[in-house]
């Protein structure tokens, strides 16, 4: 989650100073080999810095050129495509919006697997389909590469503070090598199982938290009608067995908590659209396993509706907001 | 809930050792004014005999004579009905099954209100709605009396260890008096707002564990079935966005944690029918109130299928093993 | 519902022709005893009227005078309150908005059991609670009158055109009494068994008619995103397992059908509001029945959160509208 | 829907007399081109007889070759796979479980593709995804060959009896053809639009067939409860706005109707597990074009529990016997 860690000013300022970075990262240089870093979008920009800062020479590759304009300032050698990236380098990192940019960035025609190495290590932090994650991690064998996904909790302010949650599915001998490079980038790394259990992991953590964020919202909702205090009853949930993260870390009421979303018109933290995509994964893996899943299911139809509502880039917190109007009115 | 608070045999042995208890009593019962209670059901009878530990004489009825007996042992008087205990005494508590014994016991032919004395304090624990709550404050005052909701979250075990949570509504002025008593019953006492308040919270907080409980089980069955193993992901989910009570403290799948019903075949704990009637009373309030509660009411459906299916009497947490068996199997 | 039927312009006007019904009603008078009506509201009103056409001189009360004005014109006796009604009459209609009415309408301190002769014949055409109706029989009961609930399908169209449909539950043998006087105001009038499952069925026949609606929005909405001719759909659904009343008599989506309220903006027909009370019935009747209605219960969830969106007065197929826009835009 | 038509007995047997459709065939096989058959299981079987008995020569296919011994009795060529169909044929029908099966047959290493000549017809009656129908169509034409899909609703008995009914999509220029060939085997050919509408038409109707099923379940038995005869709910709904084609044509409740799942113990009809896969089919494509489906959706999740808890095979409106338990039973 986006919000999941409350990130302090004066650090977040410390860390971008360039210069500190640039002077960090030349200082290491001599003695690391380089990773290849692959999507230099919001997320993946700030995780890429971490590395150079902590000594690792980056060549880097984005759709967009002009994404790679920073890092390069910084030391990293920006190439061309992804195939040239593992032309150049024996771990990559891969950071993509959803399933079909992972899918071409490894088997596309300029795509990493036109070139890998053998024995090359790829950790892949896309969000993801578990099933294409497997799907790659075969693609990646034949070529005698190993592929990991590791998806992360946390959003931008945590990527630039080198704060995410890593979960990383894939053989667990290469967990080692994998903690090296993520640990530079995360304050935590957790190994899952075999190939595609990150990716569940990821999944499963998101809708356990759509549906105790629209429970939170609804049973909120539902006690300020009954005549309660918003702050009072959120003290009460929290000391009694109705506590959740929703709850007592980002409630969704106004004026209940400070430097939440909720306290900022719902603008910040997690959008209502990243979490119905995650909500799609779930619904997905649910329906390849057969396994119901009737709240997290409706979960996905409020949020759906709520995407055709106007919530779409509202942090999903304002399911709040959604449902506090009075009947009738 | 039942479980919420894990109860030591050795403490609990302590508390019932009738001997020390009576001598406690005996000891104080000088110095302090008779205190009513009506009903002595599994949660009065405990929720009495403390009293009876803190050196309050009791004055006590139950609809069912039997349920009087070890407590008139310890040294409480038992009387015939409601009336005669509001004759005798001028602090009541009652603890009843539903709405329309609270209705019966205090406005019925031998109800309290028929002797009520003037500046009378009645404390009604029991869970019921809470507009029927307003109506019993409405019917006090005209009496003279004053009327508090103050129903409890915590068990059996809880109540005999003194460890309830009483959320209390009613006039803030006599709060101070009626923590006095019930203090001697509970850990927490918390003060939440106009008559009706104590129950609205309690409501709002047994909704959103049953949604949180739900959630779980969904969230851990889907994960097992894509590989992750149960334990492991327990222990992701609690140290990520998707923890709540349900995932940390009450885990609804075998093998995860000790001394949860889970553990237990789903024996002790709190029943799936005492949940649904919670949900029903979510739902009633929510309809008088026209509140959207669309997971509270699916989760109620939920719990009312399970009802018809085998598990009225399991603990809620069943919910699991309910949703677990795989499709087309 | 409403829309049920098709009311032909003309036919209308001529209804209303208020020197016809008062003639027609003149004529037969002298060999009619009276009824009694109580409640002359939009529904009320057209009903009294069609008695009074067939020649059954009417005595009436309503709560606000002016209500009544129009009756009188045509030769209705207007008197103070139901318990003056039933002074003057042995047969009287109750047609009021809710439970509470009726209640006060019987059994308040001017109601009609205050005043009620023995042998009198109590029909109530009000949508209420079964339990409520229930209560009034018992009640009128003791007072050796009879009394009958008799709910309505058809709206106010249906009302002035005496096309409505009653429900009728009560001791079968009053049957032929009842039937004499709603075959006046109706065009069916079916007999569903003891006191309350005329409510039931009315309560039975709406809960199942909202889930066809929102079910038929979903399915048209997602056949045009599939890129279906919506009209050819329908065609399509309406011959085969899929068809039901929303999508053959009712279909909600523009363009489709004429002479619906979706051809018109939703304007007219059955307001979300009171569709949202039916569902409200239903889920009263199904917590007392202990009966899992999940999709009932979803159904009323939506039509709740439509009511917080500003679709309180629309009619309830405009639920195709609150579902249409596409997520993300 | 496999009961959607009632079948005689004595004409089934009639359609089934071998002799007479040889006989029938090879009159007209002088005239006839030969058609391609693909898939001869419950349902490719019969249809393929159909059009034998039009005087079509067929020359089928399919992976099983014990599949295609009547059929070869009755005249037909088999070969061994799909490839070798396309070599001897210009019009080709599949009828295929699921998606897999359609991809292999059309574009696997032995597959249509491989061989089909330029300006063939290719019908897919198979139920699958519209996207994969529309990839299908995508392959076809790169070969100068022409794909549409061509669903039906009817079971193994309208099969039989040629009184499907065909939902097509595609070109329009080519219906006319294709007409020529499902009339053989159906009562109704519609044509729904551009390729993939036909899949989107069936889907689209089933999903409705479940809400409406369930509803009528959930309606039926809260109706029941509250003391209503179920047949005269049923016949109450059926001239009411209740009314739908799973109350009046397949109602769930035994006893109501005869020759419906229901008088039997919920033996025949279309299963919970093929309705659990088109639920699956709609909620994939309502993703795919971020369509909110609340009730579909909760549909589908129901269905899916039931296939967890005994009903798989049963009939879908088995769902009345799932719900039909009283709560703390």
Redesign the interface.
């Known amino acids: 989650?986006a919000a999941?860690f409350r990130v302090s000013r004066n650090l977040l300022q410390m860390c971008n100073k360039h210069a500190d970075i640039a002077m960090a990262s030349s200082r290491a240089m001599a003695s690391k080999t380089a990773v290849g870093f692959i999507g230099l979008g919001n997320m993946g920009s700030p995780m890429a810095k971490n590395l150079l800062k902590h000594g690792y020479p980056i060549v880097a590759a984005d759709t967009s050129p002009e994404c790679g304009k920073e890092l390069q300032d910084l030391g990293a050698q920006i190439v061309d495509c992804p195939a040239e990236v593992a032309d150049k380098t024996d771990r990559i990192i891969t950071m993509l919006p959803s399933s079909p940019n992972v899918v071409d960035a490894y088997t596309g025609p300029h795509g990493i697997l036109k070139k890998v190495k053998k024995g090359t290590l790829l950790i892949d932090s896309s969000t993801i389909d578990?099933s294409v994650s497997k799907e790659m991690a075969a693609a990646a064998e034949k070529m005698g590469a190993v592929f990991m996904d590791a998806p992360v909790?946390g959003g931008v302010g945590a990527a630039s503070l080198a704060k995410l949650?890593f979960?990383v599915g894939g053989p667990e001998e290469e967990f080692t090598a994998v903690k090296e490079l993520l640990g530079c980038m995360g304050a935590?790394v957790?190994y899952?199982?075999?190939v595609?259990?990150g990716q569940?992991?990821k999944?499963?953590?998101?809708?356990?938290?759509a549906?105790?964020m629209?429970?939170?919202a609804?049973?909120?909702?539902?006690?300020i009608?009954?005549?309660?205090?918003p702050k009072?009853?959120a003290q009460?949930?929290n000391?009694?067995?109705?506590?959740?993260?929703?709850?007592d870390?980002?409630n969704p009421v106004p004026g209940v908590m400070e430097g939440v979303p909720s306290a900022n018109n719902y603008q910040g933290g997690y959008s209502t659209?990243l979490m119905?995509k995650d909500l799609?994964l779930?619904?997905?893996?649910?329906?390849d396993?057969?396994?119901?899943?009737?709240?997290?299911?409706?979960?996905?139809?409020?949020y759906?509706?709520m995407?055709?509502?106007g919530y779409?880039s509202k942090d999903f917190s304002s399911v709040f907001q959604?449902?506090?109007?009075?009947?009738?009115?």
């Open positions: 989650m999941l578990p909790s949650t979960m935590n957790l899952c199982g075999p595609g259990t569940a992991a999944i499963c953590n998101n809708m356990l938290l549906i105790g629209i429970g939170t609804e049973t909120m909702n539902l006690g009608r009954l005549g309660l205090d009072l009853l009460i949930l000391m009694s067995s109705g506590r959740c993260w929703s709850s870390a980002y659209t119905t799609g779930a619904q997905d893996t649910a329906m396993t057969k396994t119901p899943i009737p709240l997290g299911s409706l979960a996905h139809e409020m759906r509706v995407c055709t509502r779409a959604f449902l506090r109007e009075k009947e009738g009115q």
